[in-house]
Nanobody
Framework: QVQLVESGGGLVQAGGSLRLSCAAS????????MGWYRQAPGKQREVVAG???????NYGDSVKGRFTISRDNAKNTVHLQMNSLKPEDTAVYYC?????????????WGQGTQVTVSS
């Protein structure tokens, strides 16, 4: 069974930085796309950033220039460096990955990590 576990969330003041990490474990051959999503109270889950197997990245308009996604295939991890944080970035952040296992290729989600930005 594959598990994705996020870490690095917390409380930070506006203008500060946080680095989220997502570690995958289990019977894993590799990954296709990986990404981060977030969901604020009362809002729909939205894409924050994505990274392809080849390293191409894309970002939601609200985080462009402030957030950076990266991946370490050798360590089965994906990271999200968040700078110049704003109160509107407050949300639960979820890791997502398309995982190749000995049995299939499937999309997995982490359990989420809370990010709170105070003004």
């Amino acid at each position: 069974q594959v598990q994705l576990v996020e870490s690095g969330g917390g409380l930070v003041q506006a203008g500060g930085s946080l680095r989220l990490s997502c570690a995958a474990s289990g019977s894993i051959f590799g990954f296709n796309a990986m990404g981060w999503y977030r969901q604020a109270p009362g809002k729909q889950r939205e894409v924050v950033a994505g990274i392809s197997s080849g390293g191409s990245t894309n970002y939601g308009d609200s985080v462009k220039g402030r957030f950076t996604i990266s991946r370490d295939n050798a360590k089965n991890t994906v990271h999200l460096q968040m700078n110049s944080l704003k109160p509107e970035d407050t949300a639960v952040y979820y890791c997502n990955a398309e995982v190749l296992t000995p049995w299939d290729t499937r999309n997995y989600w982490g359990q989420g990590t809370q990010v709170t930005v105070s003004s």
